[in-house]
């Protein structure tokens, strides 16, 4: 099956006109609809709804940081992002933040997420201000 190109949702605040899109890579709908929603308020979003999608548009686009889920259907997050960070695919940048978006919070499961090579995790639910704070920590200043 050939991946989807990513939906964009144009959205740039006139401080990010020329900083480049984030990557949300989400299946759930409200979930996917709460994190774009606080993406378009820092800039520009672009969503994609698998890990395998994901690649793909890493392929094409040089994101600033890329969102990820960890369960997702057709390739999940995790494996994912190893294969990004193992440079075995055609990303742009195989250094790219990337963070874990889960509601997955056993130690474990975040641990996994880390040892994937995501560099941080934001559980769900999450309140506006720690969602804005984590994606913050990681976008490139301005």
């Known amino acids: 099956m050939e991946p989807r190109t990513p939906e964009r949702q144009n959205a740039r605040t006139p401080e990010r006109q020329n900083c480049r899109p984030v990557l949300l890579v989400e ?6 609809a709460y994190a774009s929603n606080v993406l378009k308020r820092l800039g520009l979003v672009d969503v994609a709804t698998n890990g395998a999608e994901a690649i793909e548009a890493l392929s094409r686009t040089d994101y600033a940081l890329v969102i ?3 369960l997702l259907p057709v390739m999940d997050g995790v494996e ?5 960070r193992a440079g ?12 874990a978006y889960t509601a997955h919070v056993l130690p474990e499961h975040l641990n996994a997420c880390l040892l994937s090579g995501m560099n941080d995790c934001i559980t769900k ?4 201000a720690t969602f804005t704070a984590i994606v913050e920590k990681w976008l490139p200043p301005l």
């Open 125 to 128: 639910p999450s309140s506006l």
């Open 80 to 84: 994912a992002t190893k294969r990004i």
């Open 27 to 32: 299946d759930d709908g409200p979930s996917q």
């Open 88 to 99: 075995t695919t055609n990303a742009r940048n195989s250094s790219i933040p990337i963070i």
């Open 68 to 70: 990820m889920d960890c």
